[in-house]
């Protein structure tokens, strides 16, 4: 049982630092004026491939024993996880840099708790309660320097990645108890083609918006983020909950801020303060200290 529990948590560390990679790629495919919308499209384009071709194997092999209103969570759920958060994520992220967006977003794992408790009926333990002060703690520790809210645009951008926070928030809660139905494998894939089905339809309704006459570089960017942090760490993730489950998924999931500090710092020219280098030391203990229990 240790081994396994060990597992999930490797599984899930290395979800959150592919995931949280995405943030720095939008910033640096937004060089290039694309819309939040097409980017979000491409990416579920190079993405789709491979959620089918898994999908199809799956049910080839052996359909998953659920009932259609297991199925219709599904549909709810990947359009709430995958396709709303990532847009509101995308928007956000046009008025904000990537280290306070990751700040904001990294509110989800005391929604997650709170969620399963409310829906779930889960009880939160004083090893949540701990692990979450202590996160934190680091996180605003880390982001200190950065909180200086100015303008109308912080204030825009602030709250959609919130929303984006509640959405993932609510899916987290929603694919816990549907996962060992349907199987991590299975579900996710199937809910990331619901997903590129949703931001289809959304950019069919945009008049403005185009997929084709970007630099080569937007395309690379948005190929990187659907292998990257797309396709490889959905599958972590899915696993990971699977093992552990949603709140001690949630509350790893805070390493995701320092993961963007870091690479916003290499590849954006983001600082790196004294404060920032204390809160990650903050945030690793909270995560040592899930693992351990």
């Known amino acids: 049982m240790t081994q396994s529990k060990n597992l999930g948590v490797a599984l899930a560390i290395v979800g959150v630092v592919m995931f949280s990679a995405k943030a720095v790629m939008v910033k640096l495919a937004y060089q290039y004026e ?9 990416r579920m384009i190079f993405a789709l491939p491979i959620y089918i071709i898994v999908a199809i194997r799956l ?31 995308f928007l956000g992220l046009e008025y904000i840099k990537a280290g306070l967006e990751r700040i904001i977003l990294f509110v989800y794992p ?25 996160t934190y703690l680091g996180i605003l520790v880390s982001f200190y320097g950065d909180l200086q809210i100015e303008g109308d645009a912080v204030w825009i951008g602030g709250g959609l990645i919130f929303l984006s926070a509640t959405c993932y928030a609510g899916y987290l809660v929603g694919s816990g108890w549907l996962i060992p139905k349907f199987g991590a ?102 995560i040592w200290f899930v693992s351990k229990k």
């Not at 819309?35 to 491409?42: K, N």
Request: proline share 4%; net charge neutral; hydrophobic share 55%.
């Open 185 to 286: 494998t299975m579900f996710t894939s199937l809910a990331m083609i619901i997903s590129c089905i949703c931001v289809s339809a959304h950019f069919a309704m945009d008049i403005d918006s185009q997929l084709l006459n970007y630099p080569t570089e937007v395309y690379w960017y948005s190929s990187a983020m659907a292998i990257l942090s797309t396709i490889i760490p959905s599958y972590l993730v899915s696993y990971a909950i699977k093992i552990i489950g949603a709140p001690n998924f949630s509350i790893i999931g805070s390493l995701g801020p320092i993961s963007t500090i870091l690479l916003a710092y290499f590849l954006l020219g983001e600082s790196f303060s004294w404060l920032q280098a204390a809160g990650t030391s903050l945030v690793i203990l909270g």
């Open 110 to 134: 005391t929604l997650v708790v709170v969620f399963s408790a409310i829906f779930l009926r889960t009880k939160i333990n004083s090893t949540q309660l701990i692990a979450i002060l202590i």
């Open 59 to 89: 049910f080839q092999t052996k359909r998953p024993r659920v009932s259609s209103k297991d199925y219709l969570w599904l549909v709810f759920f990947g359009f709430v996880g995958y396709y709303l958060a990532s847009y509101f994520d």
């Open 34 to 42: 694309v819309e939040p919308v097409t980017l979000l499209l491409l």
